[in-house]
Structure formats: C-alpha cells, structure tokens
C-alpha cells in the first residue's frame, strides 16, 4: 500500500495563508463525511509548534481522537483536546452574564476562551480549531446572534495573534463567509465518463465520487487553482497537485501472478486488478484532455514484459513517439515499433523503377478510394504479420500493444475491428496477453469496448491524471510517480 508523502497533504495556498499573518481565521466547510476534520489536523501539523495544537470539539474524547488520528498526538495533547459539551458550555456562558440582545465584546470572547483554556496545557502561539462552530453555536443557543458573536471572537483572535480555524458542516453560502479571513469548502461530487456523439451508453452512465476541495477566499494570497482533488486514504487528507509529471523507472521485473495473469510491472494496478489476462484483450481509453501523459503508464507495463525475455510489438497511437522511446530501444531489448504505414516508403519505391511510372500508379488507383483502402490494408497485414514472425524467432513469447486510433485513420472504423479480431484470436490461440490504446472520438470505439476482457480508462481531473475501471468496474485512482515506481492512489 502507498504511503502518503506529507509534502503533498495540503494545498500550499493555504500554508502561505496562515504563514503571511498572525491571526489568521478560517472556515472549513463541507456536508458530514467529506473530510473537514482530518484537514483541520493536516493545518495543524503544517503550522503549529510542538504541542501548540487545541481541538476544541462536542463530539469526541482524547482517547477516541488518537485511536482514529494517533499522528496528531504531538501537536494535540490529549489535555489540549476540549471537549465542550453542551452543559459545559452553558455554565460558561451564565459566569459571562450574558443576556439576550446584548452586543459581544472583547471581554466576552476572552471569557470563551479562557474557558477553552482551562484545562490546557500552557502554549506559546497557539491555533485553535473548533469542530464544528455550528455545534458551539446551537448548544448557546446563540443562532440567531451568530454574526456578531463570530465576530467577535475572530476579532478578538486578531488581537492576540492567534490562529483560528472553525468547522462548518454546510457547503453553501453562510454570513460567516464575510467575517473569516479564509474560506475552503470540502465536496464530494460525482465523475462520469464521457459520451461518444454526445449519447452516454451504459459504462458511461455510471458515475465516480470524486473528493473535491475548493479554495473560496484566501486573503492576501493568490489561487493557484480555485480546485484541487484529494484523498483520504489511511485517515489522511492529501490532495493531488495537478500536472505531475508521469515517469518511468528502472525496475526488476515482477514476476507473473499466476498462470492466467501476467504482472503490470506496477504493483498498485496489480493489486486492484489481479494482473493482465492472458488469451484476451485488456483495453485503455484514453479521454479528452490526457494528452500524452498516459504514455509511461504502458511504458512501464512495456519494459517489465521485456524484462521476463518476452518481444513487445507496440504500435503508437497517433502522435505519441516521445523522445523517451528512443531511450527505451537501447535501454530494453525486447521492446520494438512499428509503423503500420512505412511499406508505402519502401515497398512501392521497390515496384516502380522510376518516379513517373510511381505518379501514374497513384493517379489510377486513386479514382477508386475503396480499392486503395483494400490494397494498403492488404500490404499492411502482411508487412505487420511478417514483423511478428520474426519477432517469435528471437523470444519465447510475443505481446502485442496496439495504437487502434493509428489504425482507424489508416484503414477506416470497419476494418480497424477486423484487424483487432485477428488480434484478439491469435492472443487466445497463444494464451498471451494483448493490450490496446483507444480514443474518445473514434468511430468504432463502442464495439472495441465490447471486445475487452478488461477495460480501464485514463481520465484528466483538475489537471491530474486518473485512472478507473469499467471491467472490472472501480473507483478513481490516481496516478503518480517516483524513484520506487508508479504509483495509483485511490480516492476514498
């Protein structure tokens, strides 16, 4: 299982936010579950000082918080955990001799807080998180006075220097929102895949939760984005910064899974998926906006197939030659690329002697568009078909990767499904694996997706690189790289 890197658990924009200013307040919302809580710990273990961390909650004893978060221990002590309850809480405010209608003022919010403080230990600039503001404000009853006696405890925080951060268990829009220094709004929302002609059929029907968290007000500070997505995985927030790089990696090659699966080379897929299944095809669309970032991921697959002695054939998909392939030929025996449309250079150089009698060969069967699609498809077939023997001459066993989109362009939609069929069968007949690239905009895409025995989809999300499964069917992960690997992180 992944470990979280704790550089990435908390969007910098909000660290800058706190860092610029003694006195800082922020409003945390969100709906219950969507991570308002674990954000609050992740700020505090960015910004606080040893054991400068007080959690003032309604809902939760030390012993239950360190059970659920025992990383936020050294920040929180367990006498720095306030437990307001609603009893509590009334007692502290019948000693501030409040009376309804009364306006808030400076003592009352440091009578608050020195209630807060009471059992704390001693701190030195210390942040207060409050979970949930709404729960403080409805056990005082104080609903109706909430304006001004937030107010006046943000004005207050600003005078003595001190952090504040309040939970709110709402997404929408609240008269707080005018008050706070800082507002971040936590969401789940639900992802669909895109449709082919604008109609959705069935797989693209069924929808993702992706975690969301949306940068409303920083004062002071520029959005890099107003969005980012995150997880929480292992009880912690991390949110994904968006175009990371994706990177190939030096690795020794995974051995298979079993006799019907091969290893990916990555682990993470391979534990969510079991392995690539031999004798049928496992197929990745590609969406809208990937660009060439999927590119490594079947990189990566690629080079722990050459590492067991097996020869890769890969057709690219249109335009995805990157520097780095060349990189790949020296580095792997084992991995080779082929052009379905380099006979024509060759082959009809070698037919006609000279470059006129080449000319009136095009001219003529250029009147019958048809016929030409027949001749390149033929000479094509042969040509890839020859390839792959003498691949087998040279390794024990031959994986093919196939650019479907290459082919649809060069012989049409038609054509491109015959040329997979045939693909498909001698997978089966060889009991290997087959792996195949297609795009959303292809004409025969609905029936490839038929043809797959495994089907997973690369997706661009706020400008990260997801990855999901429609057969069989999962939820979003998300991809990234280092030295160790490639990485899936799930959205959870």
Known sequence: MMILNNRNNVPSEIIKFFRMFPGQTLLIKGKPGTGKTILSFEILKEICEERNGLYVS???????????FPWIKDIVPERNVVNATPKRLNEALSSMRYFPGQPFDF?????????????????????????????????????????????????????????????????????????????????????????????PYLEHSKSRTLRKIRIDKLRGVERRRKSYAFTLQNGRFKYFPPYNRIRTTKIESLPDIDEMHRSSGIKDFDRITGGLKRGGLTLFVVEHGVGLRYVPFLDQIAINLSLKGLGVARLRSVGSMLLEDYDLLKRYEGIYFYKPESWITWRLERLFPSAEEYRRFLETIRKDKADLMEFSLMESRKEYLSFLERLKKKHSAVVEFLGLDTFEILYGAENT????????????????????????????????????????????????????????????????????????????
């Open 417 to 492: 499904l015959k040329l997979l069929d045939e693909a498909i069968t001698r997978a089966l007949e060889n009991n290997e694996i087959l792996i195949a690239v297609a795009k959303r905009g292809m004409r025969s895409i609905e029936m490839i997706t038929q043809l797959a025995a495994a089907h997973f989809v690369f997706k661009d999300i706020l400008g990260n690189l997801f990855i999901y499964g429609e057969q069989p069917r999962t939820g979003l992960y998300n991809i990234s790289s280092d030295e160790k690997g490639i990485h899936l992180t799930p959205v959870v």
């Open 58 to 68: 309604t809902r939760i004893t030390p012993e239950k918080l360190y059970s659920l």
């Open 107 to 199: 003592d009352f919010a440091l009578n608050f807080f020195k209630m807060l403080y009471e059992d704390a230990e001693e701190m030195n600039n210390p942040v207060v998180a409050i979970d949930s503001w709404d729960a403080i404000l409805g056990s005082l009853n104080l609903q109706d006075n909430s304006v001004s006696f937030t107010q006046s405890i943000c004005d207050f925080c600003h005078d003595v220097k001190t952090h504040l951060i309040l939970i709110s268990e709402t997404d929408g829009p609240t008269d707080l929102d005018y008050i706070v220094d800082g507002i971040v709004t936590l969401l789940d929302t639900n992802v669909r895949g895109e449709a082919t002609d604008g109609q």
